[in-house]
């Protein structure tokens, strides 16, 4: 069994501030890392899609990095906005060709005006 | 364009029913995703479709759900004799298909929310 974790399980931050928050995941037999933001009353949203060891991703005010040798990766928002409050999900895949990703329980982010 | 839509929004069924999920993807996307959030839980994978074939159903928690895809298009997934553990949001995803379901960007429709009294 696969175990994504993430953490917080849940985030209260300021509108202005900077955040971050992490997704682990198990090293061995690394494919790739996805990052989707859910926001309540939608459809889960893709934001990177990763796949090599110190990799970087960037959309607007959201980026990503990578570690896939320690298993992690982080997410940083930076001057956290109303509209980032979404609970954000990272997914892990380990190439088994036929089989879905592997998501964690997903960050809660709400961001205070 | 047209995103992954999933029909019904919500379905409230009693113990013992039988139920269907439907699937609209992508127009042209091959590969078709179901997974489920339970209360508390995160995502579960429970099958993948390349065309109309699944390579792998093991992800299907038991032989009570069974799913099918005709025409490379929609999807149907279907739950005998429901229980209240299948109570979730059922979502549906679809992907081009081109770059293999670990690395492609999935699409996300909806959901259904389900609940089994």
């Known amino acids: 069994i696969l175990n994504v974790e993430q953490s917080p399980q849940s985030l209260h931050v300021q509108e ?18 996805h990052w989707y933001r859910w926001e309540t009353a939608k459809s889960p949203e893709a934001l990177f899609v990763m796949t090599l060891n110190g990799d970087e991703k960037k959309k607007g005010r959201i980026s990503a990095t990578l570690n896939t040798k320690e298993g992690y990766s982080y997410l940083y928002i930076k001057g956290s906005q109303p ?3 979404a609970t954000y999900l990272c997914a892990f895949s380990s190439g088994g ?5 592997t998501f964690g329980k997903g960050t809660h982010l709400i961001i205070q005006p | ?12 069924t009693e113990k013992g029913k039988d139920v269907e999920l439907r699937c609209d993807p992508i127009s042209g996307h091959t590969a078709l995703y179901w997974y489920r959030q339970s209360l508390g839980q995160g995502l579960e994978f429970l099958i993948y479709f390349q065309g109309n074939s699944a390579p792998d ?7 009570r759900f069974s799913a099918e895809r005709t025409g490379g298009s929609v999807s149907t997934l ?22 293999g379901p670990s690395t492609d960007t999935q699409y996300f429709g909806p959901g259904t929310r389900l609940t089994v009294l």
């Open chain 2, 57 to 63: 159903k093991s992800g299907l928690p038991s032989d």
């Open chain 1, 16 to 33: 202005g501030d900077s955040t971050n928050f992490t997704c682990s995941f198990p090293s061995s037999n690394f494919y790739a890392l």
């Open chain 1, 97 to 101: 060709g036929a089989d879905g990703l």
């Open chain 1, 83 to 85: 509209e980032d409050s």
């Open chain 2, 78 to 99: 279907t739950i005998q004799r429901t229980q209240q553990e299948d109570s979730a949001v059922y979502l549906c995803a679809s992907s081009p298909g081109v770059a």
């Open chain 2, 1 to 12: 364009g047209a995103g992954v839509s999933q029909s019904p929004s919500n379905k409230v």
